[in-house]
């Protein structure tokens, strides 16, 4: 392990000398010959991939060469361990593949951006489809072209772990989470007495815990697109790609993809369940991740064809012989992607699309805990889902939405929380697992992620209660189906967001001072940030001035408002205001367009003082952040998860569990 990372390293700093820079020409392609998958690449044995050959010729700028035109003769060698270097339509028994050409522009820095001047980049190719590997050990792929020149990629297949120690596999991620807002959400959901915490939140009690490395493959910041593709396929890949490597081609579908669990369960695991639930639209890129390969993460319709059907009928030139087509449950919310007319694949209506091929299908929580648990489920829930602060304590918020999941213009106000779903999609799978053969379920708490990107800290934070809420729940119920000791629980994150809590604020101060210098005085730092004021009953402050709105009993705050404030600052903000209170009026806008950029949105925060932005003025909200993020994992197989890892290594973990890999 140490001996593989320290290569590692030194493949990275390598490359970064020649790539480390704003606008790259082609991620992981640092040279004029690229390969996918790139340098430092591992496999799981058997795990299906596509190979994508890619030859450069810029026509102008720094890397001109032969005059822009690219040479067509070109091959590629594999070479497991000390073996002989074959040709990879011998080393794979295939055909060779037809050239491909295509060009594209891109800036080699900011000053080119600003004087309009792109480098045209020409581009000779080739794709082989639908490999694998199953031989454990170490490859290289050696491109040759220009005559002479190479480029090598290292490969590694893992050693296979073909036992199976989980039966069932159930992943909670929560966009964006990060131990400071886990800390955070502590302070505001349970007691202290004396600074000795009087019950925990689920994750500090779960049995192992580990840190993930997010980066993407060619920057060190993720989006939630690549970093899915991390976590489900082993590896890593660019911001808005999922489940394929990001090839330079206009077609954001042919490029180079990777098999994902949720399609290696299916094949390996006949008769096992899959379950895709997420409080976000259901074609977001965390659940979409699971099922689709496209380089760009904002083609819904093909990612929800590619739930009902799979890559294979998205475009059949590409084969592609594996899929998580039609899930067994996929819950969350998105109904754009299914009404017609609207944003649905061909406007079609794709709850009837569902239905036909056997699905049932709910539109509220009603109707969900109603379902039966033997078919196929589909439940979409509102067009916007509403977060659960809006759900649980400010519940006229969720009036004059619009956003009914059969978009009929009424309002969504039976929406299931991240629980409900949860607990039902397990029932599910539960009663549709065949031979033995368990299930998987991915559950996603998104919103800690939209709302942190906004600045809506009680929200995100709410958002991160209900999935602690839910992971308790979840534990407690496959206790009592006796499924708890074959299931392997794993919580993690994507990426981080700068947010930490760095003292209390006197709200009531802030607010009626007049001077920003002075409303910061209302700061409390140290000794005077004071206690929490969100697990303290109402009538017991000293002032009772505070909103009070029903305890949600254990694990949540008391109340959501008190005058006595945690104060919160964010790594990556717009121009905007803070004045630590609850934003009542439903989730917050920080930032507004204005002919200068971003500035601070005028209704947002009135009382409070401004705080100047830290990113481009042409951002409106936050953005994620460096930090590593926590794993948590209880259950069969679940002491691998211990220790500092890359976010790839999940998917390994993982798999190896369920005993995925082809002996
Ligand atoms: C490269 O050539 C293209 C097309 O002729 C031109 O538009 C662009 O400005 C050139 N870029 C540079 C950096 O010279
Ligand atoms: C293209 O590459 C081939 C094979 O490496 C070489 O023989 C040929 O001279 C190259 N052609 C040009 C125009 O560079
Ligand atoms: C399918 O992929 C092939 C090869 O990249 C491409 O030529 C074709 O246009 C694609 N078809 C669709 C419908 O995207
Ligand atoms: C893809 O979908 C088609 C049409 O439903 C089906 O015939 C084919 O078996 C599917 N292939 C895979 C790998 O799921
Ligand atoms: C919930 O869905 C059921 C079944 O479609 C429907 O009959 C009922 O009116 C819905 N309830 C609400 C509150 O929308
Ligand atoms: C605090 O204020 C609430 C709302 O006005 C009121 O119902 C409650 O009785 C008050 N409690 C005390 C102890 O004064
Ligand atoms: C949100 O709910 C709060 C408390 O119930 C209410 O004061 C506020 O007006 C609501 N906002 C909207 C936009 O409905
Ligand atoms: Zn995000």
């Known amino acids: 392990?140490?001996?593989?990372?320290?290569?590692?390293?030194?493949?990275?700093?390598?490359?970064?000398?020649?790539?480390?820079?704003?606008?790259?020409?082609?991620?992981?392609?640092?040279?004029?010959?690229?390969?996918?998958?790139?340098?430092?690449?591992?496999?799981?044995?058997?795990?299906?991939?596509?190979?994508?050959?890619?030859?450069h010729a810029p026509l102008n700028g720094t890397e001109a060469s032969n005059n822009g035109v690219p040479n067509e003769t070109f091959s590629l060698c594999i070479q497991r361990g000390k073996?002989?270097?074959?040709?990879?339509?011998?080393?794979?028994?295939?055909?060779?593949?037809a050239l491909e050409k295509w060009s594209f522009s891109y800036?080699?820095?900011?000053?080119?951006?600003?004087?309009?001047?792109?480098?045209?980049?020409?581009?000779?190719?080739?794709?082989?489809?639908?490999?694998?590997?199953?031989?454990?050990?170490?490859?290289?792929?050696?491109?040759?072209?220009?005559?002479?020149?190479?480029?090598?990629?290292?490969?590694?297949?893992?050693?296979?772990?073909?036992?199976?120690?989980?039966?069932?596999?159930?992943?909670?991620?929560?966009?964006?989470?990060?131990?400071?807002?886990?800390?955070?959400?502590?302070?505001?959901?349970?007691?202290?007495?004396?600074?000795?915490?009087?019950?925990?939140?689920?994750?500090?009690?779960?049995?192992?815990l580990g840190h993930q490395m997010t980066h993407s493959v060619d920057s060190f910041i993720t989006d939630s697109a690549n970093s899915a593709t991390a976590l489900y396929t082993g590896k890593k890949s660019s911001v808005n790609a999922l489940g394929v490597y990001a090839d330079s081609s206009k077609n954001s579908l042919d490029d180079p993809k990777v098999e994902t669990l949720a399609e290696l369960f299916r094949r390996r695991r006949d008769g096992g369940a899959l379950g895709i639930v997420s409080t976000a639209f259901i074609a977001d890129a965390t659940p979409a991740a699971l099922c689709s390969h496209t380089r760009d993460r904002s083609q819904y319709a093909s990612i929800v064809t590619e739930f009902l059907n799979n890559a294979t009928t998205v475009n059949s030139t590409l084969a592609w012989p594996t899929s998580c087509q039609m899930p067994d449950v996929l819950f969350g919310g998105g109904a754009e992607q299914f009404i017609a007319g609207s944003g649905s694949p061909g406007g079609a209506d794709y709850y009837k699309a569902f239905q036909a091929k056997g699905y049932t299908v709910v539109n509220n929580n009603t109707a969900l805990q109603a379902a039966g648990t033997k078919a196929k489920t589909l439940g979409i829930f509102s067009s916007k889902p509403a977060k659960w602060i809006d759900r649980h304590v400010l519940r006229d918020n969720l009036s004059g939405l619009k956003n009914s999941p059969i978009g009929d213009g009424s309002d969504a106000t039976d929406q299931p929380g991240l629980k409900d779903m949860t607990l039902k999609a397990i029932d599910i799978l539960q009663a549709r697992t065949k031979n033995g053969q368990g299930w998987f379920m991915m559950s996603e708490a998104a919103s800690i992620d939209k709302m942190m990107h906004v600045l809506d800290y009680d929200r995100a934070l709410g958002e991160l209660l209900e999935l602690d809420d839910t992971i308790r729940a979840s534990i407690a119920h496959l206790k009592a189906i006796g499924e708890y000791e074959n299931t392997l629980i794993v919580v993690t994150a994507d990426h981080g967001h700068g947010f930490d809590v760095f003292g209390g604020a006197d709200t009531k101060y802030l607010a009626a001072q007049t001077d920003d210098r002075k409303k910061r005085g209302a700061v409390g730092t140290y000794a005077a940030s004071g206690l929490s004021g969100y697990t303290v009953a109402e009538g017991s402050l000293p002032n009772n001035n505070t909103i009070v709105y029903g305890s949600e009993g254990p694990n949540f705050p008391v109340q959501w408002n008190p005058r006595y404030a945690f104060a919160a600052g964010f790594g990556a903000n717009p121009d905007h205001r803070e004045s630590y209170t609850l934003n009542t009026k439903g989730p917050r806008v920080p930032a507004v367009s204005s002919s200068s950029g971003y500035v601070v949105n005028p209704t947002d925060n009135t009382d409070g003082f401004n705080v100047?932005?830290?990113?481009?003025?042409?951002?409106a909200q936050g953005v994620h952040s460096l930090q590593d993020v926590s794993v948590f994992a209880n259950g069969p197989g679940s002491e691998a998860f211990r220790g500092v890892y890359s976010s790839v290594d999940i998917f390994f973990k993982i798999a190896d569990a369920l005993g995925l890999a082809e002996a």
């Open 83 to 97: 073996e002989a270097c074959s040709d990879v339509t011998k080393y794979f028994k295939i055909s060779n593949s």
């Open 1 to 55: 392990m140490s001996i593989r990372t320290s290569v590692y390293l030194v493949g990275l700093i390598g490359a970064s000398l020649v790539s480390a820079q704003t606008f790259q020409r082609l991620g992981t392609c640092p040279t004029l010959g690229c390969i996918f998958p790139p340098d430092q690449t591992d496999f799981l044995a058997g795990q299906l991939f596509d190979i994508r050959l890619e030859i």
């Open 107 to 208: 800036y080699e820095d900011l000053f080119a951006k600003d004087s309009g001047t792109p480098v045209v980049v020409n581009v000779a190719s080739k794709a082989y489809r639908a490999l694998s590997l199953t031989k454990p050990g170490t490859y290289t792929a050696k491109l040759t072209y220009n005559g002479g020149t190479t480029t090598v990629a290292n490969w590694l297949v893992r050693e296979p772990v073909t036992s199976r120690r989980a039966k069932n596999v159930l992943l909670f991620i929560g966009d964006g989470m990060t131990q400071p807002m886990i800390t955070a959400a502590r302070l505001i959901a349970h007691k202290s007495i004396n600074g000795k915490y009087q019950s925990l939140m689920q994750m500090d009690q779960m049995d192992n």
């Open 612 to 619: 100047p932005g830290t990113i481009g003025v042409d951002e």
